[in-house]
């Protein structure tokens, strides 16, 4: 294997500078545990839920102390990871990383197979398409942690104002519904986009579009497939229209105001943001619901993905029995449910099929129960995508490629993707992948 591709987690450092359950306690023992001497285990997350479950692990395992380091988030923390894998020194136990990212390390063998501690006897208690992105050359390498079902949250109040009685089902339905919201006048739009590539790719995701096709180090990329170009072609018509705000960024104050104001009306999002968006629209309580991401034909029940995140044991790790054992109890055993008590979104079924989890409701989305409406999102995500290794730099490297479009109308989302193919061929290429 090319070094270039050994060294691959590395790049993402450059990528900065340039832009129900199972029995814990009786998998454990399978494991083979050690019991006989002192562990402590390192676990690096930006998920809070993560700690939730230490004290029930711990209990169950009093020769073990496990600590929950945040040791950045994202980027951050894949790069401190590389750092600590090539000084060979400081690697935790357990590392977070979003879906797309682990390509990045499982592909140069820098993360533990989970095969042989019996990962896959638990495949079928996750949705499909989030058993499919922990899963590289037909090995887990890691396990699902929280998940991000595309979904539309949608605030009935300001479409109904605007003459739309009932959220869109189609995307010709959403098309309509965004004239009408625009008409309304000064700042009011359907949602915003301010070049982001994941709002995009999840319609592209439910549409069957697969854009990057890996085969080990092999990567094509291509726009062109039926589900991408159509997802392409009718974004581009809301931009031609004005009729999506694309100078509000997500996580910005002018964001959180438009929820708040309902001047957006929507937002094309994970279902993760149940949990957020509570804290940063409060007077639009009561207003807000949750639909499924409008079909491309009606009739049809299709999704994608918009967020989420798997937990793995990097290949240098010290203590993997043990890590394993508190891998799987927290993300299937009985460590899981204290972090959906927490607020974490879970792929797995056993929570997913739950009468608790699909009977809860919340007076700021009207007592609706919404985790139906996002439990049936998560089993229809579409099996079969794939992310390239290097999404981690070509992620920010759209968002240089999209900025005329987005901040001047300079060219089209056609010819944007086409300069991020190049770009992402020709970078590919440059660190060893064989990329088309």
Avoid at 13 to 25: F, R, T, W
Avoid at 211 to 219: A, L, R, S, Y
Avoid at 326 to 341: A, K, M, N, V
Wanted: contains cysteine; negative net charge; aromatic residues 12%.
């Amino acid at each position: 294997m090319p070094k270039k591709i050994l060294a691959a987690a590395a790049i993402i450092a450059s990528a900065v500078a340039l832009s129900g359950c199972s029995d814990g306690g009786n998998a454990s023992a399978k494991s083979g545990v050690p019991t006989d001497k002192p562990i402590t285990l390192t676990v690096w997350s930006w998920d809070g839920t993560v700690k939730e479950a230490v004290t029930g692990f711990e209990k169950l395992h009093p020769n073990i102390t496990v600590n929950v380091v945040n040791a950045g988030s994202s980027t951050d923390e894949y790069t401190a990871l590389d750092n600590a894998i090539q000084a060979g020194s400081g690697v935790p136990d357990i590392a977070m990383f979003e879906y797309f990212s682990l390509p990045l390390f499982a592909i140069p063998g820098k993360l533990t197979d989970l095969s042989p501690y019996g990962a896959q006897d638990l495949a079928s208690d996750y949705v499909d398409a989030a058993w499919g992105n922990v899963t590289i050359d037909g090995k887990p390498y890691a396990l699902p942690s929280d998940y991000g079902p595309a979904a539309m949250f949608y605030n009935q109040s300001v479409l109904a104002q605007a003459g739309v009685p009932a959220p869109p089902t189609t995307w010709d339905e959403f098309y309509q519904a965004a004239k009408k919201v625009r008409a309304l006048g000064g700042d009011h739009y359907i949602t915003n986009d301010s070049a982001d590539i994941f709002l995009l790719m999840s319609l592209m995701w439910e549409g069957g579009g697969h854009p990057f096709k890996v085969n080990g180090t092999e990567v094509t990329i291509d726009f062109n497939d039926a589900g991408s170009s159509r997802a392409v072609a009718f974004w581009q018509k809301l931009l031609d229209e004005d009729l999506v705000n694309t100078k509000v960024t997500n996580w910005s104050d002018d964001w959180n105001r438009g929820l708040n104001e309902g001047t957006l009306a929507t937002q094309l999002i994970g279902g993760w943001f149940t949990s957020t968006l509570p804290e940063r629209a409060p007077d639009a309580a009561g207003n807000f619901r949750v639909a499924p991401l409008p079909q491309w034909e009606a009739g049809e029940k299709s999704g994608g993905e918009n967020g989420g995140s798997a937990m793995a044991i990097p290949a240098a790790a010290q203590n993997k029995e043990a890590a394993y054992a508190f891998l799987e109890y927290f993300t299937h055993g009985d460590g899981l449910q204290p972090r959906i008590d927490a607020g974490a979104f879970v792929p797995n079924l056993s929570n997913l099929n739950s009468e608790a989890f699909l009977s809860k409701t919340n007076p700021f989305f009207g007592d609706q129960k919404y985790n139906q409406v996002l439990a049936d999102a998560s089993k229809n995500v579409a099996t079969g995508w794939q992310y390239p290794p290097f999404f981690g730099w070509a992620r920010s490297s759209y968002e240089d490629v999209a900025a005329p479009l987005y901040d001047s109308r300079q060219g089209t989302l056609a010819e944007v993707l086409e300069t991020w193919k190049k770009r992402s061929i020709e970078y590919g290429n440059e660190q060893g992948f064989s990329v088309r």
